[in-house]
């Protein structure tokens, strides 16, 4: 199978607007601010590592953040879904 733009998965576009819609900034900032701080205490604030540190929290509390929302609007996962790799 060839990795094509029509023969791959494709997002539907609904759910990126609901995902748009759903997301905000006051939901998630604390959650980045702890992750950060607790994981980035040995890391200098210009390094490479410590802004990967902080793109990687930002990445991560957004997508938690509307996992539970989806839950909330009634999206089922499996029961392992938090411990995604």
């Known amino acids: 199978m060839s ?3 029509s ?5 539907d576009a609904k759910t990126l607007l609901w995902a748009f819609g759903r997301a905000h900034e006051s939901d998630i900032k604390d ?3 702890e ?3 607790r994981r980035g205490r040995n890391l200098g ?4 590592a410590y802004w ?3 793109a990687e929290a930002a990445i991560e ?14 999206t089922t996962f ?5 411990n995604i790799p």
């Not at 023969?7 to 997002?11: G, V």
């Not at 509390?61 to 009634?74: C, P, Q, W």
């Not at 499996?78 to 938090?82: F, G």
Request: hydrophobic content about 30%; proline content about 10%; cysteine-free.
């Open 31 to 33: 959650a980045i601010r």
């Open 45 to 48: 604030r210009d390094s490479d």
């Open 7 to 11: 023969s791959r998965w494709a997002p």
């Open 78 to 82: 499996p029961p392992d879904s938090h």
């Open 52 to 54: 990967r540190l902080i």
């Open 61 to 74: 509390s957004v997508l938690y953040d509307l996992m539970d929302k989806a839950r909330e609007d009634g």
């Open 3 to 5: 990795d094509t733009p």
């Open 35 to 37: 992750d950060v701080t």
